[in-house]
DNA sequence: GTTATGACTTTGT
DNA sequence: GACAAAGCCATAA
């Protein structure tokens, strides 16, 4: 039934999380699964991102979406199969002011320390979302664990 | 209609 | 600390 409808609500959910990312901030698919409310299946995020639509009429958009600025948990951008891709998508973070460094094995990691990773706390919004629920956080440098 | 793959993460050894 | 395996939903063949 509204699995149809779930479906989507799931996918303007990923999308609506990813606008609310800030320029010059990055998150993960995990951050992102979790902020929908679905912290067990970032896999489903990261489809929803590839069936992101083009069509600027859309809701969601690739240019309105900057699913670019989604990594995965390694801090390095999504190899994806096709490291143009990839590559691609580390050009318009650098672009966006992220800095990225090119692994010797064309791994694209994304160095945190210089603009901060986004937070990671549950607005505990839903659906609108978008809230500025600025938690704040600690951005201060060197905040991850390790 | 069924099988296989994928832009990942988490847990276990 | 590092490597390996399992799980989820949707699209494609």
Not at 17 to 26: D, F, L, N, R, S
Request: aromatic residues 6%; negative net charge; hydrophobic residues 35%.
């Amino acid at each position: 039934m509204a699995r149809s409808e779930e479906a989507e609500n799931f996918f303007h959910a990923v999308y609506s999380a990813v606008q609310e990312i800030p320029p010059g901030k990055v998150t993960s698919y995990g951050h992102i699964a979790k902020l929908i409310g679905t912290p067990e299946r970032p896999r489903q995020v990261g489809i929803c991102l590839k069936h992101l639509p083009v069509d600027t009429t859309e809701r969601f958009h690739h240019d309105n979406v900057p699913w670019q600025r989604v990594i995965n948990a390694k801090g390095a951008v999504s190899p994806r199969s096709q490291p143009a891709g990839a590559r691609n998508q580390a050009a318009a973070l650098e672009a966006e002011g992220v800095t990225v460094t090119t692994g010797a094995l064309g791994e694209l990691m994304v160095d945190f320390g210089e603009f901060g990773w986004f937070p990671r706390v549950l607005p505990s919004e839903e659906g609108q979302g978008l809230g500025d629920s600025d938690e704040d956080g600690e951005e201060g440098s060197g905040e991850d664990e390790s």
